[in-house]
């Protein structure tokens, strides 16, 4: 059964780069087929899809953030990567990462990591 | 960019049977949309329920079921259980981008 755990800053000053990642068990992040996804919730919940790779290598975001965002992966590690530039509070959020299946939904999910941008 | 609108909050008496809709900003939700629905309790991660307009996830319990309603996706919970108080988004497929819901806040009572 996979099993997603980001980990990275809680704390990132304006400006700054925003850089997450998430740890994928129980399964090879090779395996044909997925799509790993970064998904941010705002403090007043508002949910936003910011991007996913797929196992190809390539990639999809949201237009909304795509000057600013890059999702790569490391296959050698077994973990996908988030990476926001020049952050500011908008972008304070849980951030979570999740894999979906191309025919299928966005499941599983990790747990969820609290960034705060702040000076 | 699209804008996915759901009920804000809906009440429903524990047995009874709720439907909670998503609607675009921009026409239409059709299977081509491929409307996700999941459950967000407070303090935890999204729980996914369907995908695909009507395709249930192994654990998702029988009473959910998702469907297409008069050009919105719909989620019915029959025999509604106190534990499914909880919020509840939506996710649709537009033009290459992932969409969420402002999500409906169900309350059991």
């Known amino acids: 059964q996979v099993q997603l755990q980001e980990s990275g800053p809680g704390l990132v000053k304006p400006s700054q780069t925003l850089s997450l990642t998430c740890t994928v068990s129980?399964?090879?992040?090779?395996?044909?087929?997925?799509?790993w996804s970064w998904i941010r919730q705002h403090p007043g919940k508002g949910l936003e899809w910011i991007g996913y790779i797929y196992y190809s290598g390539s990639t999809y975001y949201n237009p909304s953030l795509k000057s600013r965002v890059s999702i790569s992966v490391d296959t050698s590690k077994n973990q996908f990567s988030l990476k926001l530039n020049f952050v500011t509070a908008a972008d304070t959020a849980v951030y979570y990462c999740a894999t979906k299946a191309r025919f299928g939904g966005f499941d599983p999910w990790g747990q969820g990591t609290l960034v705060t941008v702040s000076s | 960019q699209t804008v996915v609108t759901q009920e804000p909050s809906l009440t429903v008496s524990p047995g009874g049977t709720v439907t909670l809709t998503c609607a675009s900003s921009t026409g239409a939700v059709t299977s081509g949309n491929y409307p996700n629905w999941f459950q967000q309790k407070p303090g935890h991660a999204l729980r996914a329920l369907i995908y695909s307009t009507d395709n249930k996830h192994s654990w998702t319990p029988a009473r959910f079921s998702g469907s297409l309603l008069g050009g919105k996706a719909a989620l019915t919970l029959s025999a509604v259980q106190p534990e499914d108080e909880a919020e509840y988004y939506c996710?649709?497929?537009?033009?290459?981008?992932?969409?969420f819901g402002g999500g409906t806040k169900l309350t059991v009572l």
């Open positions: 996710l649709v497929y537009y033009d290459g981008v992932w969409v």
């Open positions: 129980g399964g090879s992040i090779s395996s044909g087929g997925y799509y």
